[in-house]
């Protein structure tokens, strides 16, 4: 087996175990919060559920059984991959996760295809100019890194939508729809990203190697394009897929400002409603994304600088 | 150098500390003094009941008598963004504070126990971790519903990992330290040099990134509440105020533009001073 498949499989299981202690942390916070396991699964003491539904919830989790029973079939369930029933919709949490998971799929990439581009743009062309050019990007970026997306969101809602009538302002159906959302999603994510290449590209386009790209006759653009951008890839790539992990999250906040369908808005709702085999669903599933995308982070990396492989 | 050049040198110390004087950084710190004002006496600030209704008196655009407007149900808008300052400070600082303190006795527990602990303990900031921050906190809410004790611990559990992390890093160097091993050669018995010598420095740059976490956890309240899982709806709050004015928006724009602005601004405020913190720590002011 050759080093990087080692290391692959190495960082899987690792990520598995991650997942496994995740799955008993959940385990634990069912059946150890005070009060009565299934009613905890059914949203509280204040959901009333009917005696035939908490029947069907003790026989489904066989709360009557020592707690080991219980978790050895937690863990075969899970590993069918039943992530249980949401007894508010009455449907299965995974069918009812596979129903709105490309709407937030579709959001999720094609936000951080926008952010990665705007960032390179930004980062590439004003790293290392005029000092009044880069403190008002640096500005711009610092305050769309930090305001909150459901505000980013209203105020784009605002403008585009109510005032200028250019894009629907809640709908999840043609592309115009997609526009607003896509780009309060992608903002923040520009914002980092840009911060990153930019403090990355300035300290590379110090380098000895750069003189000696100059000095060849190279103009600005290659020197940036073909030799400063590869150097500042890899911890931009870092932030890049940790964002991209998060993006669930932000989806959660951009679903319910646009009133679009998808996980996210689900997320929401089913909290409200404390509905918490679904919210387990959903959070699992959350965890299983970012634990491989971190996996794939790693491996990216190796590609593109072959000496973190090494270390 | 003359001993006339050097004395008008020191004439233009002044204006060199006015340059010196950063206009966003003045805005910050004065909203801020405003906003804490708001939140210890706000009957000083706002004259009116954020919570009287008025029937005849909906939706009023700004004026003399209602600042900044009357809502959907004629309340002074005013006086609610005013009142919701002190519950929206308290949760964010209170979480802000659960996540250091939780993340330092836990990480200065991975970081000066065996190393058996030190593994338990970090696997399970690991797990914490690989759950999206926001995520944890709906899990959690989900589970115990959303009550002000309820927020401050979700919100302070999902920032233990990074505390505990950052601290722990912190003590496993200061365990080698000289002047933590001359302590324990002069004879001080172990708490003592924990608590004078290892903590202190341990926590210091968990206190450095509190305020922007405060910050961070003011902007999450006001997320959670604006999703319907914070306050409940009669009291005050910038958040669910929010989320019921952007349904008034085509008649009423005012609604939603004070309070998106009162939230911005104090995030904006809050990660500016945060920012200067780590600017000064690192010896860059």
Redesign the interface.
Known sequence: MSGRYRHLFWRLGAGA???W??VT?IFL?INL?PGDPAI?LL??P?ALPTPAILHQVRAEYGFDQPLHVQYVHYLGRLLRGNLGISYRLHQPVAVLIAGQIGATAMLAVSAMAVGVVLALVVALATAKRAPWLTSLFAGIE??LS??????TG??L??GFS?NLHLFPSSSTRGWTANILPTITLALPIAAVLAQVLRRELEDILEQPFILTARTRGLSEAGVRLGHALRHALVPALTIAGIMF??L??SA??VE?VFNRQGLGRM??D???N???PL??G??LL??AI??LVNIAIDLINAVIDPRTERS | MSQTTLFFASLTVPRFALRNLRPGLTLAVVFLLLLLLAAAFPAALAGTDPLATDAHNLFASPSAAHWLGTDEDGRDVWSRIVYAARPSLLLGTSAALFSALAGAALGLAAGLGTRFADNALM??A??LQ???????V??I?????ATDTTLVFALGVAGVPRAARQVRAQTLGLRRAGFVEAALTLGLPLGTVIQRHVLPNAIKPVLVLLPLDI?WKI??V??LS????GAPPPAPDWGSM?AID?DY??NA?WL?AFS?GV??AT??AV?TLG?ELIRRSEGRA
């Open positions: 175990l991650v997942l202690g995740t942390l916070a919060t905890t949203g509280g204040d610092v305050t930090s305001v909150p997306s459901f505000i209203l105020i809602l605002l109510f992990a998060g669930l999250s959660v906040v319910t997320m929401a089913a909290t409200t404390r509905d918490v919210v387990l959903i959070a959350a965890t970012n634990i | 696997r399970f690991d797990m690989s759950f999206p921050e926001i995520l944890l709906l899990v809410i989900s589970f115990w519903g910050g902007a999450a006001a997320t604006f999703l319907g899982v929010l952007r928006v085509l724009w939603t998106a939230i911005t995030v904006l990660n920012r």
